[in-house]
């Protein structure tokens, strides 16, 4: 067994799930008539009480369960923005494995650029494609690269070393910088990218990747195949007892637990509630993009 030993110390603020806000039914019909518009704008609610989770060991991530573990902390989000925009189950979480892994400062790699193209986000998104789709970004309109018009090198640069050296990767934190840094205005553009689109599951995630038609075929290739492993309950198993295996020794608050991977999830998926789930919840179901 191939493990990458990583020990992570985390300090989470964890307190009750914030009150939902109530909104009017009619808001939610002129928000999805306008799919490139943001429907909610969320922040972060500082909580009053801190936890720490202590020796988590992460695997290894040339292996599956080393790709996919990470990335399940954020499933209570993309589930909330798959029901929203009547998307298949797990095809937003597939495709920030194959983005991201679920970290939250992976660079969006290319060339020699170590701090990638421009992109950003759980789901990578150009600054440009993120400011179309409502978002708030850093990125400008003197953003592009010659042949590249999308891509921006200097802002790169500039936002991955602030979030980085400044922010720690923490995106309660580096949230304030970029729209595309809080988990779920990402991962709702996403959402709404893939609504927005015509045509088959592939064809919308076409959309969503662009580049030619060999690059959109080998990256939908990889989303389907992250897609199945996180549909196949022997894999949600096998990852479980694996995380179980390495994690005896993992902790929250001092306490020990008999299942670590759920209390590991359990802990994430509480903290994705203080940047606006429940509100973002109560947005309810895109009517329109159901209708399709």
Known sequence: MHLLYRFVLVGLMLFSTPTPLIVASAYLTDVCLHLKSKPIHLGYISPSKEKKIWNVILFNRETINGKLIEALRFENITKAVEQRYCLPSNIILAMIVQETWGQECVANQTGNNSWGDGGFGLCHMQGLTAEEYGLSTVCNTQCGEPGRPFACYKHAKELGYAIQQYDKCDMKV???RDDRLHPIMNIDAVGRILALANGTLQDKVFRYRGGSYEDKIIYWQRVESYRR????PNRRKSLE???????QYMTIDGFLFTNPYKAYLEYYHTQNYYFGLANYKQLGIC??????
């Not at 009517?287 to 399709?292: F, L, P």
Request: with cysteine; charged share 25%; hydrophobic share 30%.
């Open 174 to 176: 580096m949230h304030l």
């Open 241 to 247: 007892n694996e995380f179980n295996k390495y994690n």
């Open 287 to 292: 009517v329109n993009c159901c209708a399709k």
């Open 229 to 232: 492993e996180l549909n196949d």
